[in-house]
């Protein structure tokens, strides 16, 4: 039996102070816990975070859906915005696409302007409510220092769509005006369709839902292929072109509004409960992920 998997209690270190200034340690009677959900937990306490059983257990299971499905190593960046509270919910579970990789990024999501009444942890509205400006996500991951416009992807669950008429607000993003080029999400709520953009217009991908919620991925393997999918399912065809495409921007990326030249632009005003950055996903990759964070939902009452 492997000890760095298996564990009868989880013992974690709490802000709160104990005797002779020790950190103060909760145990935590969790049986089997992923070593990536064990860490996480770790981080989220230290940060702040409450993390409850219930939710380790759901993190943990995640974990291993992840691992079966064989796509742990698409994801540079994930957050399941849990921990208890916004300080906890601001700690990443995957900061490298594997546990041998260096961390990327920051530490945790920076935060801009969100209160702690902008975010639920469990139920049908649990997520981080935008406010459409002003609100945002700092990450630390660069784009062009870590991914290629022919291979990345893009996922937020939105359990709320953008409530207000306005062109474009972005849900994830950055973009660079010398060179004019970017990696971004948005949602549409002025024309048909939800694009991401990878690099230019010559790799980019719609959706063919008007303004949507639930699991949105827009992902590209290869300069022939990028698509765009709405709760596991491909949502528009194939984007197919044979124009080379530009490099990604030297900036990293926001969460809730674009990073463009090093400022928070086009805000976006619905509620995010997860979102992820990686390397691209082929349609059965994406259903796995869309499978294994359903169940996830599911177990912390968000389905």
């Known amino acids: 039996m492997n000890p760095g998997i298996y564990r009868p209690s989880l013992q974690i270190a709490t802000p709160p102070q104990g005797l002779l200034g020790r950190p103060a340690v909760v145990t935590m009677p969790l049986g089997f816990v992923h070593p990536e959900a064990q860490d996480w937990a770790i981080r989220a306490t230290a940060n702040g975070g409450v993390v409850s059983s219930t939710v380790l257990t759901a993190v943990s299971d995640f974990c291993r859906a992840i691992d079966a499905a064989g796509i742990r190593d698409r994801f540079l960046r994930l957050n399941l915005f849990c921990g208890g509270n916004l300080s906890g919910a601001l700690v990443p579970l995957y900061r490298s696409a594997s546990t041998a990789a260096n961390p990327i990024g920051s530490a945790t999501d920076v935060n801009a302007n969100f209160v702690s009444g902008d975010y639920a942890e469990t139920g049908v509205n649990a997520g981080i409510k935008g406010n459409g400006g002003g609100k945002y996500l700092q990450t630390g991951l660069v784009a062009s220092a870590n991914l290629v416009a022919t291979n990345v992807h893009l996922a937020v669950f939105l359990a709320s769509p953008q409530t207000t008429s306005f062109n474009y607000p972005e ?110 996903m082929t349609p059965l990759q994406v259903l796995e992920y869309h499978t294994a964070l359903a169940a996830f939902r599911l177990a912390l009452g968000r389905a």
């Open 171 to 280: 849900i994830i993003g950055c973009k660079s005006l010398t060179p004019a080029t970017s990696c971004e999400m948005l949602t549409a709520t002025t024309s048909s369709s939800t694009p991401a953009y990878f690099g230019s217009g010559a790799s980019s991908v719609s959706s063919s839902t008007f303004n949507p919620s639930g699991f949105l991925v827009g992902s590209c393997v290869n300069q022939q292929d990028a698509r765009f999918f709405i709760n596991g399912k491909q949502d528009s065809p194939t984007f197919a072109s044979t124009v080379n495409v530009m490099a990604l921007p030297a900036l990293q990326f926001y969460i809730f509004a674009l990073n463009q030249a090093n400022a928070s632009q086009i805000g976006h005003n619905g509620r995010a409960s997860a979102y992820s950055i990686g390397y691209g």
